[in-house]
């Protein structure tokens, strides 16, 4: 069964009243500030601080709001509507430099501790500790005009910057929005338990902040720091949790199989033309409906354009400005399982984790696909060399999704749907019966219900997606 967004949204409300109601589900100030970093990560709206940066000009040097009076606007707003739009757009641009500007604050701010101590270290060749700290403090007091009092007031919370960007790079610092100023001015999580968990997530943070924004190293420049992008790419061109926590390039997890490993992210699955010709095997409607596709599951018109679109299932994935990826990454997993995948972010029950995306062909053998069928054609999604996300879903015998047959514009699609996942946990989905029947392999999901394990296998070490080594 489909699950429409209202019962989604009801979900989602009842979940955050049941929290509410609960001190001890309550997520910690850690929790808050790491959520708040992903949230930033994946939303979708790219930190390009060069285009900020333009723009702003463009309004200074031209004294007037240009973001309202675009070429494509000359004239006043026609209509509430386009009025609207305009200031949504205006709005979503200045939040955006506000945001940038907050980064560049907090750079400079964090590298400001990082002089001082360099100063006082300076001044202790000659004077005690203390009595170098006092002077590089009146030295700042003079060059900010502030008193004692207000400089070790901002000093303390500079602090807290300065140990997060240690901890954890200064992605996360650039990333972690308003929530980073109660992090540190309250200080309550500063422990070496939230360190190691900041030191662990760095190389992550620093994944996604280079490939989904890879111009926000541009702000470092203010600071002299290098603003060469680390990992380039796409996001799943990296396996993250690697030896160090370092992330690995991903053909590099398959050399053991294929020194050739190549993966194709697509966002959409792709015709094999020898298989099907230009026939896509997932229709479900006769003709060219053009525009006249109203859902299966919850009766509303559906449209690829969102302004037309009525339809609300799975409104992260169809029908809705697409403009992010979903908030997981590749991760090595600890167990054998060669990679995995990891949700950086919450899944509410009922939420889209992703469709299963590949290949559609015919007449594979031997080799992992999904087979799926409409009235009118059995197909299989390949999704060895080209595909998305899903590709990298572990089973496991307590699975924490399910899928789910959805039809969007007249085609068939399997979903994978949340069954609540938290973030930090793999996600995982049951292969079921007939896969691992035919398989030799052992099961490593190590639940306690596993139905797979200690089976009578020939040979342990398989590849995985079933490639032939
Ligand atoms: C769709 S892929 C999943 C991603 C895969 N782990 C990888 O690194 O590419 C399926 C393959 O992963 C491995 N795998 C997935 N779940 C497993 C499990 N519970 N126990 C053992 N191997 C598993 C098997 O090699 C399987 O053929």
Redesign the pocket.
Known sequence: MTVARRDVRENVQQQKKRISDNPALQPSSLEKLINGIWDSLFSGVRMDPTEIIAQWQTIESSRQPRLLTDANHELAPRSAQDAFGRMSVLARKISQTTKACRSLEVIVQAHWITCFDDRVAELAQTITREKARKAAICEACSDFNWTEKELRNKMAIWRGYHEIKQAAGWSALVFAGMGLYRFCKYRVSFTEDTFQTLRRLQHRFEVAADTLHPRWRTLLGIVDAPTTPKYTGHLHDWVVNGPDNEAIPLPK??HKWDKNFSYTHLPDSVIDEEAWGDYDPRSVVSGNAENEFTCQSCGEKQSSTPTDNACNCYANLYGSPKSSLAPVQIFR?AN?????LIACGAFEKGWAVGEFVGELTTGIRGL?VMIDRTERASYQIW?GRKGNHT???????EPNTHYERFVWLGKQRSVLVSDGIAAGDEI?VD?GNTYWDD?D?????GRPTCR?RRRQVTQLV?????ESE
């Open positions: 997890t398959y997993t054998g399982k060669n990679n995995g992992d999704q590709r990298f879903i572990n089973h496991s015998c995982t292969y398989l392999k052992e099961c490593l999901c797979y398989t590849p995985p997606n079933g």
